[in-house]
């Protein structure tokens, strides 16, 4: 099966997989003894043509298989609803979605950069007391609950003042120039961004030095270094593509697990991402808002699957199409 | 595996347990922890609610055992007053040196219930009638921070095992039932699974806790909320079960009992299952922490437990406001124990796998 055909496969699958997450999410939202209209009301900036064409978008009256395919018919044209601030809810995630990847992706960047040569060393150096040290770090690293950790940096930070107590740009960011701006992003992000990537590090390390110790047992490795052939040969051309490919599978996890940790980290560091958009509206009990996060984190979740199954089909022929 | 050969693997499994040092100080640490919430009320000078108004947010009472003239004498304390700075726009507290407040060992005071049910009124260590002991400080309410620690370990050590009687053998029925039968009841049963795999388990979370009406009892909520809890854990736990017993059912004794008329459910649950134990074991030392964790999330968001009952989580809600932990670093310690709880739970579940499966060799 070629690689294309794969990855058309791959997507088709998905969208049974969203279908059937939109069902879930939907009964759980009308599961709930909420009013969705009720913090509509309450909000006098709130025409009563509005709140009217809302229980109409809605379908209030409706049956309630019929709500639901009039919700997923206006989701797939894009029309999101209005949040209880008055806002459409597709500006408030189109707000929040890029700042929440941008945290992601960093995290991912720099784990991955740090994790997987930590890995390698600590398996080349495996039952020596720096291996043992970086695992009992590592032990560490994964038991801190993310938010007490936030906490305890955002204490650091207003203790010296090197870093901002939150947010992601400064008062000012308007009148900075392009180089400014990108200087304060950063300054801003370090935190939260320290925060996940220890986390993830911990398990990213772990996983890579279990992958390559597993892979230094296996006959053709045995072979290579009875051809003798240098130890560092035998690593980096052998033994290394073969233990990284299962880490492409980590990717998907690891991005999945990101969008669910970020966001009590996005809550204490007071990120716009949308985690802490999601906990808002939570709050607020604000549906619309709530039933588009739930579906757009889910979308987010199982694009980030797929992306690395297609890598992981790229970087490793053995795997066939049979089985995916 | 007949029973006793179960027994002797258990028993090897405990013995090269408590060999591995860290595995060791992890399960002392575990002991002492679920130790002092058993024994909360004896280890308790103040009982859960105990407020006292004119003490919000004492920092931590000291104990003496050295008086000024520098003799020995019995463990003693002083009390704190509260006064406003006018300078500084802040409540401060300073000792009261005028009297001595003298600390005994099992002695009397309020009444409580041994494990539930054998009254009692003798706690670890009082003060003086009029004297107060704030271990660890106290909360905004003039609550013993050290009194509701040991309280809210009660919530917070607990929910994640109810959470997981519920959540694995719904996960493992499941995935029973799911590798078993195969075709399409596995088709159909596995993409539901993984139609919740592919929600972000966090906002899930949350948005479940925030659909609870606001009016329930305390014990209402708890029940609920390790609901929630084992909703969202079994799906991950049954897919991999689902994968074990594709394997296990293509073997002979599952054939053997097939041929003499055994039902689906019976296989499945008397032959199959128990072959997927020693993961089962593995995996549940292993997902301890997450539902520590899921719910000291939840409670410290204020989407968990309720005041006034306490949880680690609920008690770290305060340290939210970073000039509180400026002033008050007291606040802080749950957050401590549930670092200690997980770490240990982590260190004792890898020591597990490692000698289950020693393929796997993580440390």
Known sequence: MSILSYILKRTLQAIPLLIMV???????????????????????????????????????????????????????????????????????????????????????????????????????????????????????????????????????????????????????????????????????????????????????????????????????????????????KV??????????????????????????????????????GLGRLVLEAVMKSDINLVMASLM??????????????????IVDPRIGGDNA | MPEEQYKELNRGVFLRLIKDKFALGALIMLGVLYLSIIFAPFLAPY????????????????????????????????????????????????????????????????????????????????????????????DINGRDNFSRILYGGRISLTIGFLALFISFPIGMLYGGISGYFGGRVDAL???????????????????????????????QRFTLIVIILAFLGWSGFSRVIRGMVLSIKKQEFVQASKTLGAGSMRIII?????????YVIVAITLSVPGYILAESSLSFLGLGIQQPDASWGNMLKEAQDYINILYRPWLLTPGFLIFIAILSFNLIGDTIRDILDPKSRER
């Open chain 1, 22 to 232: 939109s069902i879930i999410s939907f009964v759980i939202i009308k599961l709930s003894p909420v009013d969705p209209l009720a913090e509509l009301r309450m909000n006098p900036s709130i025409t009563a043509q509005t709140l009217e064409a809302e229980k109409q978008r809605l379908g209030l009256d409706l049956p309630v298989y019929q709500q639901y395919f009039k919700w997923a018919w206006s989701f797939l044209h894009g029309d999101l609803g209005i949040s209880t601030s008055g806002e459409p809810v597709i500006n408030r995630m189109m707000e929040r979605v890029p700042n929440t990847l941008l945290l992601a992706f960093t995290t991912i960047f720099m784990s991955w950069m740090v994790g997987i040569p930590l890995g390698i060393y600590a398996a080349m150096n495996w039952r020596k007391p720096i291996d043992r040290f970086m695992t009992l770090l590592s032990s560490l690293g994964m038991a801190i609950p993310s938010f007490f950790f936030a906490l305890l940096l955002l204490v650091f930070a207003v203790k010296t003042g090197w870093f901002p107590s939150g947010g992601l740009t400064s008062s000012n960011f308007s009148e900075m120039n392009w180089f400014m701006k990108i200087v304060d992003i950063i300054h801003h992000l370090i935190l939260p961004t320290f925060v996940l990537f220890t986390i993830s590090l911990a398990g990213l390390q772990r996983q890579m030095r279990g992958n390559l110790l597993d892979v230094l047992e296996s006959d053709y490795i045995k072979m290579a270094r009875a051809k003798g052939l240098s130890e560092n």
């Open chain 1, 235 to 272: 690593i980096y051309k052998h033994a290394l593509r073969n233990a990284i490919n299962p880490m492409v599978t980590l990717l998907g996890f690891e991005f999945a697990s990101l969008l669910s940790g970020a966001a009590l980290t996005e809550y204490v560091f007071q990120y716009p």
């Open chain 1, 296 to 313: 757009v984190g889910s979308i987010m979740l199982v694009m980030g699957n797929l992306i690395a199954d297609i890598v992981l089909r």
């Open chain 2, 47 to 138: 009982s859960e609610s105990y407020s006292n108004r004119q003490l919000s947010y004492a920092p931590p009472t000291k104990v003496y055992n050295v008086t000024s003239d520098y003799k020995l004498s019995r463990p003693y304390v002083y009390n704190y007053v509260r006064s406003f700075n006018p300078e500084t726009y802040q409540i401060e507290y300073n000792q009261d040196r005028t009297k001595k407040y003298y600390v005994h060992f099992f002695s009397k005071g309020y009444e409580y219930k041994i494990l539930g049910f054998l009254p009692c009124n003798i706690h670890l260590f009082q003060v003086d009638n009029g004297g107060e002991i704030h271990l660890l400080g106290t």
């Open chain 2, 189 to 219: 049963m596995m993409r539901f699974a993984e139609a919740i795999m592919s929600i972000p388990s966090f906002y899930l979370l949350i948005i479940l806790a925030a659909l609870l009406p606001a009016g329930m009892s305390s014990t």
């Open chain 2, 270 to 278: 008397k032959h199959i299952l128990p072959q997927t134990l020693s």
